[in-house]
């Protein structure tokens, strides 16, 4: 792989310097918020609330609810993977 010595990478302000490089320069924010406003936007217009199964974490990271069922959910899920991480030597 080859770097140029240039700091005007190429997918600045692309929104993916922002979530995949961790750039968290002005044009890389401002990508990222204008994506995810798209993203939710979509989101919204296609999945009425009504619709979501609440409790599961596909609904908590997908489409971003927040409701007491769905953060049970993803911090159940966290707990576990740390409790087997732990199981497993926890190195690495
Ligand atoms: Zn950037
Ligand atoms: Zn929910």
């Known amino acids: 792989m080859v770097t140029a010595g240039s700091s005007r990478e190429s997918w600045h302000g692309t929104g ?3 979530s995949y490089h961790g750039c968290r320069c002005q044009p890389c924010t401002d990508a990222h918020r204008r994506r995810c406003n798209d993203w939710m936007n979509r989101v ?5 609330e009504a619709d979501l199964t609440h409790g ?3 609904t ?3 489409y971003g609810c927040r409701c007491e ?3 049970r959910a993803q911090s159940d ?3 576990q993977w740390r409790e087997r991480r732990k199981a ?3 190195a690495s």
Do not use: Q
Not at 44 to 48: E, G, I, N, Y
């Open 69 to 71: 069922d769905c953060r």
């Open 16 to 18: 993916h310097g922002y």
């Open 60 to 62: 908590y990271n997908n």
């Open 44 to 48: 919204a217009l296609k999945v009425p």
């Open 77 to 79: 899920h966290n707990r």
């Open 56 to 58: 599961v974490r596909s």
């Open 88 to 90: 497993a030597g926890g």
